[in-house]
């Protein structure tokens, strides 16, 4: 469980913050968006970044890696959607190829895609979340989520659902299909980061808390302090053993889960 947390490693990866990160098969390999406008290729493994890559005009505020499908966010109002192949084997991706180049109104600050990679879910400044197709990168709908910017957006595993957290203190669950809000919580604290661990909901704090929730009910089940300033972005292994959290300090720190 997380409350018998044990670091790993810290390591500066750049020298602004990081915005989003993505953990790759085999939890030796970490994807890292900075407000630098780049992307870096962290190895677990030699305790290095091993490759970084111009991504964007303005900061990375986030990215999602899916199947080889990666997609980048930033604040200069666009989505970007590349091919990252990467093979296990080698532990290392390949050069990112982009692919499309989703348009928005404003600045982009989350996004993610979908298992399936069929689509992806953006999130903006002014509070509007939006549903694409990809990679043909067609928008489906948009709606108004927060009255606030949008911190954070996930699909649900089985795509059926979208996750969203804000500025304003609310975190919400959208049925994709009906269009439908499902869930309304207000926090007390602002959540900046979220990501799926099984069945539950893990999320990361303007505070610093790294909490636990119940996926389908947003019931908190624990929150510790991750002692390390504000959790900008944060990902768990597929195996659920590792977690790795980014924070405004410019720390990327790696935890083990017993």
Request: net charge negative.
């Amino acid at each position: 469980m997380l409350e018998d947390k044990e670091l790993l490693r810290s390591a500066t990866v750049s020298n602004l913050p990081l915005s989003s990160l993505a953990v790759l098969p085999g939890s030796k390999v970490v994807l890292v968006g900075s407000w630098d406008n780049n992307m870096y290729t962290y190895s677990v493994e030699y305790g290095a970044v091993t490759n970084s890559h111009y991504a964007h005009d303005s900061s990375v505020t986030s990215l999602c890696w899916r199947e080889n499908t990666l997609a980048t966010g930033s604040w200069d109002s666009t989505v970007k959607v590349w091919q990252l192949d990467f093979d296990l084997s080698v532990s290392k991706p390949s050069v990112p190829v982009l692919v499309c180049e989703l348009d928005h109104d404003n600045e982009v600050t989350c996004l993610d895609i979908d298992r399936s990679v069929a689509r992806l879910v953006s999130g903006v400044v002014d509070g509007f979340v939006a549903i694409w197709t990809v990679p043909d990168g067609y928008k489906e709908f948009e709606y108004q989520a927060h009255n606030d910017a949008v911190n954070a957006v996930l699909f649900s595993p089985d795509g059926a659902q979208v996750c969203s957290c804000g500025g304003d203190g609310v975190v919400k669950l959208f049925e994709v299909e009906t269009k439908t809000e499902v869930i309304f919580k207000r926090s007390l604290d602002i959540f900046r980061c979220m990501t799926w661990s099984g069945d539950h909901l893990m999320l990361g704090s303007e505070s610093g808390n790294l909490c636990v929730w119940n996926c389908s009910t947003l019931l908190e089940v624990f929150c510790v302090d991750s002692q390390n300033g504000p959790i900008t972005c944060l990902d768990v292994s597929g195996d659920g053993k590792v977690v790795v959290t980014g924070s405004k300090e410019k720390a990327l720190m790696i935890w083990t889960l017993s």
